[in-house]
């Protein structure tokens, strides 16, 4: 199974920025199945910036043109560039596991989770 593990979350002004990092182990990750979610209390889970291919990225409505997905194959990690972070923004930050079709396991992982607070 893959192991994901976050770190980088904290509690920032808003117009801060945080970056965010996920370590991914296991038999050769793919690195191509892995995206950031997130969840605020008393809400669902939802989508914040994935891969749509080998050289595109996709992000949420909210966050697009401030958030930055990028990933380091070589060290198996993950990182979310957070920039110009606004109070809506707080949330647990997950780092997840999926199918794509560039990947060859098909299960979902998820990590714990990193907090992510923004104060006005």
């Known amino acids: 199974q893959v192991h994901l593990v976050e770190s980088g979350g904290g509690s920032v002004q808003a117009g801060g920025s945080l970056r965010l990092s996920c370590a991914a182990s296991g038999y050769s990750p793919c690195m191509y199945g892995m995206s950031w979610y997130r969840q605020a209390p008393g809400k669902e889970r939802e989508f914040v910036s994935g891969f749509s291919s080998s050289v595109w990225t996709t992000y949420a409505d909210s966050v697009k043109g401030r958030f930055t997905i990028s990933k380091d194959n070589a060290k198996n990690m993950l990182y979310l560039q957070m920039n110009n972070l606004k109070p809506e923004d707080t949330a647990m930050y997950y780092c997840?596991?999926?199918?794509?079709?560039?990947?060859?396991?098909?299960?979902?992982?998820w990590g714990q989770g990193t907090q992510v607070t923004v104060s006005s």
């Open positions: 997840k596991f999926g199918p794509h079709y560039l990947c060859v396991d098909t299960s979902v992982y």
